[in-house]
């Protein structure tokens, strides 16, 4: 079996501050990492993924994810964030051999400007 | 391509009452699949389609859901009959292949969604 797990349900933080979303995840097979974006009203957005080779993986927006195998988390994170970065951000993982994406409960993360 | 394609944007219904929604993916995209959304629950897939032929339907909840792909450009999720429990926004998803490839991703309609009241 598999979870994701986002600790962290909503995240207010200020305009060109620093940000990390928090994700955590079990499985007993190894698996592949996304996270995806909602922004208001709209349907899903990749936003970056891991699926083998360097473990910090980055998006165009400037975001950037960093797989930790021994602590089996997928934290995103943001050195500097803009007030368009509110939106809801969900943390997936696909265990190898499956073809389901499960998702993690989402954090909404709110920019102050 | 004007991306995963979903109908209608809200639907209101009455208990009872049978709803259908549909979706068309991405063209060449020879996965399809469909999620539900809630506030309790998060992101559940219901079913998912190879080649408009249903794979896993093990999401679903109850027989009164039911899903369909007639062919490659269009598919079907019908609740009949309609239970306020239902209430939640249904997502359709298209891949091009299918997930685990290297290049997997999946592309996300805009949702539906369906008030059952």
């Known amino acids: 079996a598999q979870s994701v797990t986002q600790l962290d349900s909503q995240v207010p933080v200020f305009e060109e501050a620093p940000v990390e979303l928090r994700c955590n995840y079990s499985s007993s097979v190894s698996v592949y990492l996304f996270w995806y974006v909602q922004y208001p009203n709209q349907g899903l957005q990749l936003l970056l993924k891991y699926l083998s080779g360097s473990t910090l993986v980055e998006s165009i927006n400037g975001f950037e994810a960093e797989f930790n195998k021994s602590q089996t988390s997928f934290h995103l994170r943001k050195p500097s964030v803009h007030i368009s970065d509110t939106a809801e951000y969900f943390c997936?993982?696909?265990?190898?051999?499956?073809?389901?994406?499960?998702f993690g409960t989402g954090t909404r993360l709110t920019v102050i400007p | 391509d004007a991306g995963v394609i979903q109908s209608p944007r809200h639907e209101v219904t009455e208990m009872g009452q049978e709803v259908t929604l549909r979706c068309k993916p991405i063209?060449?995209?020879?996965?399809l699949f469909w999620y539900r959304q809630t506030m309790m629950r998060g992101l559940e897939l219901l079913i998912y389609f190879n080649n408009n032929v249903p794979i896993d339907d093990s999401g679903m909840p109850e027989d009164r859901f039911s899903a369909k792909m007639p062919n490659a450009s269009f598919s079907t999720l019908k609740i009949q009959p309609s239970e306020p429990r239902d209430s939640a926004v249904y997502f359709c998803?298209?891949?091009?292949?299918?997930?685990?490839?290297?290049?997997?991703?999946?592309?996300f309609g805009q949702g539906t969604r369906l008030t059952v009241v």
């Open positions: 997936a993982v696909i265990p190898t051999g499956a073809n389901n994406l499960f």
């Open positions: 063209s060449g995209h020879d996965y």
């Open positions: 998803a298209s891949s091009l292949v299918k997930f685990g490839h290297l290049n997997t991703e999946a592309f």
